[in-house]
């Protein structure tokens, strides 16, 4: 990538109703439309296909697709937004703009993502302690007598 140029990232969603062949005919759309506005592509990556958290015109699976490229003229940016707005195919896109990252960067933050998870469920195992049956019948029994002694006090006996 250029020194000029500031650096963006573009994630969009893409319908679950395309298949991955179509998908790639989607991508290349998008890389066609960021190279014709001046971009030059970087790293991206296919997210995979991933429930979204609400459904968006009645569509509840998509595609995510990342794309990070640098680009020296800020004006396009709108351009590019707008026509990915306006498709039909695409269902969200962001924009944003990010610090410049290499691959390596990227991988290893990837790892220590992926450790940090296996560590926390590690942890999490770890800390839950099985229940012993006797300890719920204690419960049980502790509560049964609480209700048991608020009746016997009460004047409202029969």
């Given at each position: 990538m250029?020194?000029?140029?500031?650096?963006?990232?573009l994630l969009y969603i893409v319908s679950n109703q395309y298949t991955e062949n179509e998908l790639k005919e989607i991508k290349d759309k998008v890389d066609a439309?960021?190279?014709?506005?001046?971009a030059v592509?970087?790293?991206?990556?296919?997210?995979g296909k991933k429930k979204l958290a609400y459904p968006i015109n009645k569509v509840a699976h998509g595609y995510y697709v990342m794309v990070e490229f640098e680009l020296a003229?800020?004006?396009?940016?709108n351009i590019i937004n707008n026509v990915l707005r306006l498709d039909k195919q695409i269902l969200?896109?962001?924009?944003?703009?990010?610090?410049?990252?290499?691959?390596?960067e990227i991988s290893r933050q990837k790892r220590e993502a992926q450790e940090e998870r296996g560590e926390l469920a590690k942890e999490k195992i770890a800390e839950e302690k099985p229940v012993k049956k006797t300890e719920?019948?204690?419960a049980i029994f502790k509560n049964?007598?609480?209700k048991?002694?608020?009746?016997l006090k009460t004047d409202d006996l029969v």
């Amino acid at each position: 990538m250029s020194e000029n140029g500031k650096n963006y990232e573009l994630l969009y969603i893409v319908s679950n109703q395309y298949t991955e062949n179509e998908l790639k005919e989607i991508k290349d759309k998008v890389d066609a439309l960021l190279a014709k506005n001046g971009a030059v592509l970087g790293y991206q990556e296919f997210l995979g296909k991933k429930k979204l958290a609400y459904p968006i015109n009645k569509v509840a699976h998509g595609y995510y697709v990342m794309v990070e490229f640098e680009l020296a003229d800020v004006a396009a940016i709108n351009i590019i937004n707008n026509v990915l707005r306006l498709d039909k195919q695409i269902l969200r896109a962001q924009i944003i703009s990010k610090k410049k990252i290499t691959e390596e960067e990227i991988s290893r933050q990837k790892r220590e993502a992926q450790e940090e998870r296996g560590e926390l469920a590690k942890e999490k195992i770890a800390e839950e302690k099985p229940v012993k049956k006797t300890e719920i019948k204690k419960a049980i029994f502790k509560n049964l007598d609480e209700k048991l002694d608020e009746i016997l006090k009460t004047d409202d006996l029969v």
